[in-house]
């Protein structure tokens, strides 16, 4: 099957860590994304990339790091800058021009 | 700045009822809006979405209606089930992959 797989599933960083969430899509998607979701504040952008090797910074990158090396991985690095790590993170790929974007089940990071 | 204003925040509705979710957007180069539906613990799918050349889209008991000069568009659910109970997202995308995404609705159907 198509789609969009995270993981892990659920993940906890120490302070002082950084930790990386997986992101890989099997659908042949060009573009990338991902989200952090806050209960009532929907979906906000960290980080996109439109393709390989190339990747923008969405709305709240500070604190995020990603890369692109490959077409199918995008993954996400949230950094010890990042002060308030604790959310629901969400990948996403979408296919060329007025697409819709394919989620994957998300991550849910915490802090110990 | 929300480029995509979302209401209601949460909305009760009766078994059977007729449950209407809002959105609206300010930039004219958004030309293709989506609806997500996301259950607890899961990613958004996509449920339907519409194109700015049509003013209705129905898929079953699904419906947005559109109406470009107001920059505003709603999902309709006819005939609300306990399973629709979801947080609703509206979402605006341009032909650039940039998609923006309202602030959700939280759907409770009562039986």
């Known amino acids: 099957d198509g789609g969009i797989t995270q993981s892990p599933k659920y993940l906890f960083r120490k302070e002082g860590q950084n930790v990386t969430l997986s992101c890989e899509q099997n659908?042949?998607?060009?573009?990338m994304y991902w989200y952090r979701q806050d209960p009532g504040q929907g979906l906000r952008l960290i980080y996109y990339?439109?393709?390989?090797?190339?990747?923008q910074k969405g709305d709240i990158a500070e604190g995020y790091s990603v890369s692109r090396e490959k077409k199918e991985s995008f993954p996400l690095t949230v950094t010890s800058a990042q002060k308030n790590p604790t959310a629901f993170y969400l990948c996403?790929?979408?296919?060329?021009?007025?697409?819709?974007?394919?989620f994957g089940d998300g991550t849910r990071l915490s802090i110990l | 700045q929300q480029q995509v204003k979302q209401s209601p925040q949460s909305l009760i509705v009766q078994k059977g009822g007729i449950s209407i979710i809002n959105c609206a957007y300010e930039?004219?180069?958004?030309?293709?809006f989506p609806w997500y539906q996301q259950f607890p613990g899961k990613g958004p799918a996509l449920l339907i979405a519409?194109?700015?050349?049509?003013s209705e889209k129905k898929e079953g008991r699904f419906t947005i209606s559109f109406n470009k000069s107001a920059k505003q568009f709603s999902l309709h659910i006819m005939d609300s089930q306990p399973g629709d109970s979801a947080t609703y997202f509206c979402?605006?995308?341009?032909?650039?992959?940039?998609?923006?995404f309202g602030a959700g609705t939280r759907l409770t159907v009562k039986p």
């Open positions: 996403a790929s979408a296919g060329p021009g007025t697409q819709p974007q394919h």
């Open positions: 659908l042949n998607h060009d573009a």
């Open positions: 990339s439109q393709i390989v090797n190339d990747f």
């Open positions: 930039n004219t180069a958004f030309d293709y």
């Open positions: 519409i194109r700015p050349d049509v």
């Open positions: 979402a605006a995308k341009n032909n650039n992959n940039d998609m923006r």
